[in-house]
């Protein structure tokens, strides 16, 4: 079996939150939202190495966290960059082979079988995305007006987006950063073609206070309170 | 000033609910959902006037609950048809002149300024639509494969969706419902541009129970609870 890494991004200075603290340690269900989603990729396999990639100036904030919670022996810390773009390259350069799934640090509610899918899938076809359909209407803004389109002919991208390591570290070594929002549109930019499969609802990204109160709900519901 | 309506469409049978119970009956912070959205509507005004277009067999069910919270003497009960589009078409029967807001039955957190910014813009514009930016990267997919697009020129479409009365019954009379999501591409496909304006990430479209638990997060929030 190719060995397994994931790379969790966590670089959000948590401005769109409204507070000082990095959206990635607020508090979720009694502890850093980081926790969580690092603890999703170790309850998928104690064999996964991950790597966390922050801000240069979180890291003394993780070391304590760290420590409080005795979690991060096993877990690499990487010095992200001025973009979400370099922070996954510079993350990469740890990895040489296997499978690597690139995972938002404020996505704290995947689940073990969209990463399992992900692995699974990104080793048969090389780039495996998760994703949702959309449940509203969309329009595409033109100058000056907008038009509908068809929603069902769209996908919501979400992470876990999973890969063969070398394919995307070439990716992210020949493709420019600019306007890039996700790993999949690297990987797409360099000719590879991206394997859609079905993340979750539940699956959120957490950018903003709203977030988080969905995601407290989502895990108290988990735990049947 | 120009009279003022509000179309709720509760079309909903409950299947992706999972229940017996379709979904603008279900239980809300202790009422039934639908109410929620009908107060939004007469929290914003007292002088508007609510249709609510309902299935056949829910008549029953509507009249109940309006004696029992003492609400619904000064609604119109409309009978929807067998697609959103004909209940719609069917709402706006009942309205002649002035402007009409089109909103979802199961969508109770619409705050008052988005319905009162929807009025004024239609009245200023003759179609107005609330609308949000996607958070998430889409992808766009065809046969066989999928390609990243720039989520900056896309916005989700909400409710509610505020027209001129004479603009939305003249083009739901001429334009046929194939594929139609929304009462905006009805109105863009008779011809008229439509205005977009800012709705919110909490003005969700109840559609699973994931939903439900999420509003009631919302619910409870602006409670202080």
Known sequence: LPKEYAIIVAGGKGTRMGGATPKQFLS??????????????TS????????????????????????KYAVGKSIQVVVGGETRFRSVRNGLQKINDGLV??????????S?????????????????VACVPLKDSIRLLYPGSSKSVDRSSF??????????????????GSVEDKGI???????????HAIHLYDGSYENIKITTPEDLMIADAFLKAKAGL
């Open 101 to 110: 799934a690139i995972h938002d640090g404020v996505r704290p509610l995947v």
């Open 44 to 67: 998928y396999s104690q064999d996964l190495e991950i790597i966390l990639v922050l801000p240069d100036d979180q890291l003394d904030t993780w070391r304590s966290i760290a420590e």
């Open 155 to 172: 996908r919501l991208i979400q992470t876990p987006q999973v890969f063969s390591a070398p394919l995307i570290k070439a990716a992210y």
């Open 28 to 41: 979720l269900a009694g502890k850093p939202l980081i926790l969580h989603t690092i603890e999703a990729f």
């Open 181 to 191: 929002t996700d790993d999949a549109s690297v990987a797409e930019r360099a000719g």
């Open 112 to 128: 073990r079988d969209i990463i399992k899918n992900g692995f699974e899938l990104a080793q048969r076809h090389g780039a495996a």
